[in-house]
């Protein structure tokens, strides 16, 4: 298993979105895999990666959470929670996403 997290400079959340994934995979007793990140610099990158904003979490390199629509822009990603719209998701979205 492979987990990266895409993002851009200017994104407050690339951080957290690693210590909520770091978390998750501890819930899920798999807290050995190894995340890894991946910041994109030009434009041209994202646009050869699946990335939907930053932060995009990749599982063996597919989106996490699918249905956002790739982008070629570096621009930050919302998340539907519980709460409302935020930038990122819960350990708990991060955990059932997992799951299935």
Request: glycine fraction near 8%.
């Amino acid at each position: 298993m492979s987990i990266q997290i895409l993002h851009i400079e200017a994104c407050p959340n690339w951080v957290e979105a690693g210590d909520r994934v770091q978390e998750a995979m501890r819930l899920l007793g798999s807290d050995d895999v190894e995340i890894t990140f991946r910041q994109l610099t030009p434009t041209k990158d994202a646009m050869h990666v699946p990335f939907a904003g930053s932060p995009t979490i990749l599982l063996d390199g597919e989106d996490l959470f699918p249905g956002a629509e790739p982008i070629p822009e570096l621009a930050c990603r919302v998340y539907a929670t519980p709460t409302g719209l935020a930038g990122l998701p819960t350990v708990e979205q991060i955990v059932e996403a997992m799951k299935s």
